[in-house]
Nanobody, 120 residues
Framework: QVQLVESGGGLVQPGGSLRLSCTAS????????MGWYRQAPGNPRESVAR???????EYVDSVKGRLTIFRDNAKNTVYLQMNYLKREDTAVYYC??????????????WGQGTQVTVSS
């Protein structure tokens, strides 16, 4: 069974920083793409950033230059460094990952979500 566990959310003032982390555990064979999504109240879930298993990244335009995704493959962990946060970054952030397991093959898994609130 695969689990993605997130941490690092919280309350921060505009212009502040947070770092989110998400660790995969279970009977893992390989982890492919990993990513972060977010969902604000009343809005659909949107992709924020993605990273391939060889480090290629892509971002939604609204976060370029402020948010950075990176991963530590030895720890099965993906991070989202969030700098210069804005009120419109307030949302529940979810990580996801494409993971291959012996029992279930390749599937996409989601974390439980972590709240990020940007407010003064």
């Amino acid at each position: 069974q695969v689990q993605l566990v997130e941490s690092g959310g919280g309350l921060v003032q505009p212009g502040g920083s947070l770092r989110l982390s998400c660790t995969a555990s279970g009977s893992l064979l390989s982890i492919y793409d990993m990513g972060w999504y977010r969902q604000a109240p009343g809005n659909p879930r949107e992709s924020v950033a993605r990273i391939t298993n060889n480090g290629r990244t892509e971002y939604v335009d609204s976060v370029k230059g402020r948010l950075t995704i990176f991963r530590d493959n030895a720890k099965n962990t993906v991070y989202l460094q969030m700098n210069y946060l804005k009120r419109e970054d307030t949302a529940v952030y979810y990580c996801n990952a494409d993971i291959d397991t012996l029992q279930f093959g390749r599937n996409t898994y989601w974390g439980q979500g972590t709240q990020v609130t940007v407010s003064s």
